[in-house]
């Protein structure tokens, strides 16, 4: 990983705001956890929310930091984005209100037949 000032500030930022340690390393090896559950049909409704929004912190990162740093940020989370995509479906009404570059919220598990949108 980059060692970028800017990365720290805003590492440093994040985990102010989050109250826990927040490192680039420990969130892609959280998404990439949860995109493995998500492969393997392991996960429910409630799993969402909080590893949705560990990929949302790094999204917050990859947008911040300088374009070398968010190539390496990207090379290390696009695999597991694209098992996540291939792994899960589009719903038309998502959990959240979400924004245009946060397109893993409008996603859910393909094989949660039952599973609604409105299933919070």
Known sequence: MATDLQL????????VREGRRIDVPSLADGWRAFVRAVERGEVTPED???SLGNRDLL???IASVSP???R???ELVT???DA???ATRVVDNPRRSVRADRWWWTRIP???GNYTETSR
Not at 8 to 15: E, K, R
Request: avoid cysteine; charge should be negative; hydrophobic fraction near 45%.
């Open 8 to 15: 720290a500030a805003i590492l440093g930022g994040l985990s």
């Open 59 to 61: 999204a917050e990162v």
């Open 110 to 112: 393909a094989g949660l």
């Open 84 to 86: 996540y995509r291939a």
């Open 79 to 81: 695999p597991d984005d």
């Open 68 to 70: 070398a740093a968010r």
């Open 48 to 50: 969402y929310p909080s």
């Open 72 to 74: 390496q940020i990207q």
